[in-house]
């Protein structure tokens, strides 16, 4: 019974160079605009749950983006006054109390494969949050490059308060190196909320913003992204992922690397033809 209840075929997303304009979510919603792609999840009135479906199309979905050339920025947010409420309790967490061991490690494995595609996508990707952000939902906003918040949100990472550990979907590895060690231990031992004031002091959210203009402000930065050297803004997300598990020299050579090839770009020769003429610089990522 241990494939019951996983997800039956991944969505098939081409793997090649393709856009993403006119994708239709199944399990999520999605918007495009101006090179902006937004993926909200959309059970408000459950505050946005995790369901084995949309952990699938979540997974594929960021994937795909690997391969997109229209889509330049995302944003992810949640449907309503909440970002994410975590795993669907009656549609994931019953349902893994029946599975054998290789079911769970299948389970396990998916839902750490998602947090895999966002990093490993080269567009940097924006959490909107407002509300609660709490289990799986918190790995998502954890697994955003940047996080956009509002006072009244409430960040869980409250895998201890159904008996589990706070290793989640990498929850171990991120939360240390965007708050600190002894606070992510501390969050991760109790399960505590996080409010959002709070979460702004320790670095979790880059900024905080009223309910109303969450979405709009994460969406104002990713336009800004998207209409900047793309192929450099990649480079730059690249290297902070790569360079967590590299020595001082080993970063100093990989960046060099990096800047020589981000040298031979056009979007390079444009902002230097930009700045002498005392304009500003159209660029193209490429």
């Keep these: 019974m241990s494939q019951r209840y996983l997800p039956g075929q991944p969505h098939q997303l081409?793997?090649?160079?393709?856009?993403?304009?006119?994708?239709?979510?199944?399990?999520?919603?999605?918007?495009?605009?101006?090179?902006?792609?937004?993926?909200?999840?959309?059970?408000?009135?459950?505050?946005?749950?995790?369901?084995?479906?949309?952990y699938a199309e979540l997974r594929d979905l960021f994937r795909a983006m690997g391969d997109a050339d229209d889509v330049h920025a995302i944003v992810i947010t949640g449907a309503g006054d909440n970002f994410c409420s975590g795993g669907d309790v009656h549609e994931i967490i019953g349902p893994l109390t029946q599975l054998d061991m290789p079911g769970l490690l299948s389970f396990t494995r998916m839902t750490g494969d998602v947090i895999k595609a966002m990093r490993a996508c080269p567009q940097p990707i924006i959490a909107a949050i407002d509300g609660i952000c709490a289990g799986a939902g918190a790995l998502l906003?954890?697994?955003?490059?940047?996080?956009?918040?509002?006072?009244?949100?409430?960040?869980?990472?409250?895998?201890?308060?159904?008996?589990?550990?706070?290793?989640?979907?990498?929850?171990?590895?991120?939360?240390?190196?965007?708050?600190?060690?002894?606070?992510?231990?501390?969050?991760?031992?109790s399960g505590r909320g996080l409010p959002g004031?709070?979460?702004?002091?320790?670095?979790?959210?880059?900024?905080?913003?009223?309910?109303?203009?969450?979405l709009s402000q994460a969406q104002a930065m990713a336009h800004d992204l998207a209409t900047g050297p793309t192929f450099a803004n990649s480079m730059t997300k690249k290297m902070l992922q790569q360079e967590w598990n590299m020595g001082v020299d080993e970063a100093i050579e990989a960046e060099a690397q990096a800047q020589a090839i981000c040298m031979m770009t056009n979007d390079f020769h444009r902002a230097y033809h930009a700045f002498v003429a005392k304009q500003k610089p159209v660029f193209e990522g490429d």
């Design 141 to 189: 906003a954890l697994a955003s490059d940047l996080r956009y918040g509002t006072e009244r949100s409430k960040t869980y990472f409250l895998f201890n308060k159904v008996g589990l550990a706070g290793c989640d979907m990498g929850a171990c590895a991120l939360l240390p190196r965007v708050i600190g060690q002894g606070r992510a231990s501390e969050l991760l031992y």
């Design 14 to 54: 081409p793997r090649h160079r393709h856009g993403l304009a006119h994708y239709q979510g199944q399990h999520v919603l999605f918007a495009f605009k101006d090179g902006v792609a937004t993926i909200s999840l959309n059970r408000p009135e459950r505050k946005n749950p995790l369901s084995f479906e949309s």
């Design 197 to 214: 004031a709070e979460a702004e002091r320790w670095g979790f959210y880059n900024r905080l913003c009223t309910p109303n203009e969450v």
